[in-house]
Nanobody
């Protein structure tokens, strides 16, 4: 059974940067779709960035050019580099992994069957 553990969240001022990490056990990144999602209070969980098994990345429009999803195969860790953070980025961020889909990863939230516990990101103006 796979487990995902996020880290790297925190509080920053607008314009700042954070790098989130997601360490996996019992799951190998690179074989299926993986992604980062976020959920703000009172809002639905939304996809932020996904990475397919063939290396295709897809981003939420509002984070394009500011966020980068990547993975380190040797460490079996997924990352989300977040630059130029805005107050609207404030949310709980979750790492997720699928064992069902390998491509067309974005827009298929219900096909992710492993989820981390989340890490809070707070951006102040």
């Amino acid at each position: 059974q796979g487990q995902l553990v996020e880290s790297g969240g925190g509080s920053v001022q607008a314009g700042g940067s954070l790098r989130l990490s997601c360490a996996a056990s019992g799951y190998i990144f690179g074989r299926y779709c993986v992604g980062w999602f976020r959920q703000a209070p009172g809002k639905e969980r939304e996809e932020v960035a996904t990475l397919s098994a063939v290396g295709t990345t897809t981003y939420l429009d509002s984070v394009k050019g500011r966020f980068t999803i990547s993975k380190d195969n040797a460490k079996n860790t997924l990352y989300l580099q977040m630059n130029s953070l805005k107050p609207g980025d404030t949310a709980m961020y979750y790492c997720a992994a699928s064992t069902q889909i390998t491509v067309s990863c974005f827009g298929r939230k219900n096909r992710y069957n492993y989820w981390g516990q989340g890490t809070q990101v707070t951006v102040s103006s």
